[in-house]
């Protein structure tokens, strides 16, 4: 009879295993944003132009390459800080240099992005998150000083924002654009500034989305419960042997 308990087992395991790691793979959350509790996104910094006034103001130590800071998400709720069902998603802030394997804690939990309802738009320091309304973003980034350009699901897009209208081609001395762009998942892919030079735009500052590795994903998903639909098929043959 224990052949038969063994078996169920990992009949059981086969299906549990598909079942949960399908989940993990493609669970939506339902409300306006896709991001979940106790998601990571880690950016590293690229490019820096250590000490240029337009990086002066910032809080923590961003503002040279090689270092990382990684944005933790605690909570996906609605809340009613901004009237009734407005979505929000709360972050906590890490950063590290690029001499440290240790995160330091820079910003508490913080509401990070907040969205009214439809056809109302959205509100967010540094919009690492965008709702899947392309209205909504639309509404957000009006079209001046905003450049918006619409992605393949819409919301996926960029916007150029310019500090002044008239730098949109010229790059004015000392002006200020800032590009933003979001993946199919609406998390910010890259965040850059530039600096108008009067004849064009200066790179001073460039983050990018350091891509998390799916591999042990797909590995979860698919390798282990074939392993365990094998090792069922290798009992009963064995059973049937013994028969």
């Known amino acids: 009879m224990k052949w038969k308990y063994l078996l169920v087992g990992i009949l ?26 106790g998601q990571e996104f880690v950016y590293n910094v690229k490019h820096a132009i250590v000490g240029h006034p337009m990086l002066m103001g910032f809080l923590f130590e961003t ?3 090689g ?3 990684k944005i933790v998400v605690t909570s996906v709720n609605q809340t009613t800080d901004f009237g009734p069902n407005t979505d929000a998603i709360w972050t906590r802030l890490y950063y590290r240099n690029s001499t440290s394997d240790a995160w330091t804690l820079i910003e508490n939990e913080t509401k990070q992005v ?7 738009g959205f509100n967010s320091p ?4 965008i709702p899947t309304d392309d209205t909504a973003l639309y509404l957000t980034f009006p079209t001046d000083p905003f450049h918006w350009e619409f992605g393949p699901n819409g919301y996926d897009g960029s916007v150029k924002e310019y500090h002044l209208p008239s730098t949109e081609q010229v790059g004015d001395l ?3 654009r800032v590009d933003f762009n979001w993946n199919q998942d609406g998390v910010l892919q890259s ?5 108008g030079t009067g004849t064009g735009w200066e790179l001073v500052y460039r983050v990018v989305l350091l891509e998390s590795d799916t591999t042990w994903i797909i590995i979860l998903i698919v ?15 064995r059973r049937r042997e013994v028969i």
């Open 67 to 69: 270092g990382q800071f």
């Open 114 to 120: 907040y969205y009214l309802t439809p056809g109302y």
């Open 63 to 65: 503002g040279r390459p």
């Open 191 to 195: 965040y850059e500034i530039y600096n």
């Open 174 to 176: 000392n002006d200020r």
């Open 223 to 237: 390798v282990f419960p074939l392993i365990g639909l094998g090792l069922a098929a290798l009992v009963l043959y």
């Open 12 to 37: 059981c395991y086969s299906v549990l295993s598909t079942g949960i790691y399908s989940a993990v793979g493609v669970t939506v959350n339902p409300l306006s944003f896709l991001q979940e509790e």
């Open 126 to 129: 540094w919009y690492y998150f």
